[in-house]
């Protein structure tokens, strides 16, 4: 009886069953949360709450083991704490939950209506942010300058003075003149167009960063670090082009090395089939992440 209960045939017919029953919205239930789970894990992954998931289980395999070896004392102890976990979890995950919601709320679907005027005004932008980059690089003007792509960075943006123009070369050199007053602080870039200059960023938390690296790189990490934003940075100090893209750097980077990475990131891919593609992540890997000395 048990063999005829687990044959192939009979699961296959249970399994068949099974299937036939589900409806529409069923199929739907699980797909998002096969999704969610895998946007949870994906986050998880990329970011410090890996170790922290590491505590999380475990506390979790200690709370049952007190369960299986009825250790009243410690499981008391453990479920009052499991009460107040929820609340410090949220807190410690502050960031990773912004993040989450941010990427929810990103623009993504409306994008997709104005895609080839956006893009045509995103490829201008890119052409004179090199030649401005180039320039500062030649005359060692400090830069840093942030091409917003989902998530929106509109506290970053009101952090400086709020502005609505196209990007130039001429613009950018103009904010990051030494002696202007808003060359210190970041320019964002929305869509092909600056939304702000002089504007705050915050500072990456890597603890492994070179400590020869300065504030305007740390600034432009940190920035790439809390958002999808791409962030090039001009050094004050020895004219060096970089790029921070997801918490990484990639320094010392030619004109056209810049041009094509930007178009890679900003540019949708049917707008880039006939051009030379040089994928960021084969750069970062040849790169360095720090170790030159003065850069600020």
């Known amino acids: 009886m048990h063999d005829v209960i687990t044959s192939p045939a009979v699961l296959l017919a ?5 299937v036939m029953m589900l409806e529409i ?7 998002i949360m096969v999704f969610v789970f895998y946007k949870i894990l994906a986050l998880i992954h990329s970011t410090r709450a890996a170790s922290l998931l590491k505590g999380v289980l475990v506390f979790v395999a200690a709370l049952m083991l007190s369960y299986i070896l009825d250790m009243n004392s410690i499981n008391f102890i453990m ?3 499991v009460r107040w976990g929820v609340v410090a979890l949220i807190i410690l995950f502050q960031p990773e939950i912004r993040r989450g919601l941010e990427e929810v709320g990103s623009r993504r679907f409306m994008a997709f209506f104005t895609r ?5 005004a995103v490829e201008q932008a890119i052409d004179q942010t090199v030649l401005a ?3 500062m690089s030649a005359s060692r003007t400090g830069a840093l300058i942030v091409f917003e792509r989902e998530n929106v960075l509109d506290d970053m943006v009101r952090s400086g003075t709020v502005l609505d123009a196209a ?3 001429e613009l950018l050199k103009n904010i990051f003149f030494v002696k202007a007053p808003m060359h210190d602080g970041a320019v964002i870039v929305r869509n092909g167009r600056v939304l702000g200059a002089g504007c705050m ?6 603890v492994n960063l070179s400590r020869d690296l300065g504030m305007r790189h740390r600034a432009g990490i940190g920035m790439s670090e809390n958002a999808d934003a791409v962030v090039v940075i001009v050094s004050e100090e020895t004219g060096s082009i970089s790029v921070a893209i997801g918490g990484m750097l990639k320094r010392h980077l030619k004109p056209e090395t810049l041009a094509n990475i930007l178009r890679n990131e900003l540019l949708p891919q049917e707008v880039q089939e006939d051009k030379p593609k040089f994928g960021l992540s084969s750069l970062l890997r040849t790169g360095n992440t720090g170790g030159d000395k003065d850069e600020k």
Request: proline share 3%; charged share 20%.
């Open 25 to 31: 919205k069923d199929i739907l239930d699980m797909a």
């Open 167 to 169: 990007v130039s070369s």
């Open 116 to 120: 080839t005027e956006t893009s045509s």
């Open 133 to 135: 980059c180039t320039e």
């Open 14 to 18: 249970v399994i068949g069953r099974y």
């Open 201 to 206: 960023l915050p500072l990456s938390k890597n």
């Open 79 to 81: 479920n009052q704490l």
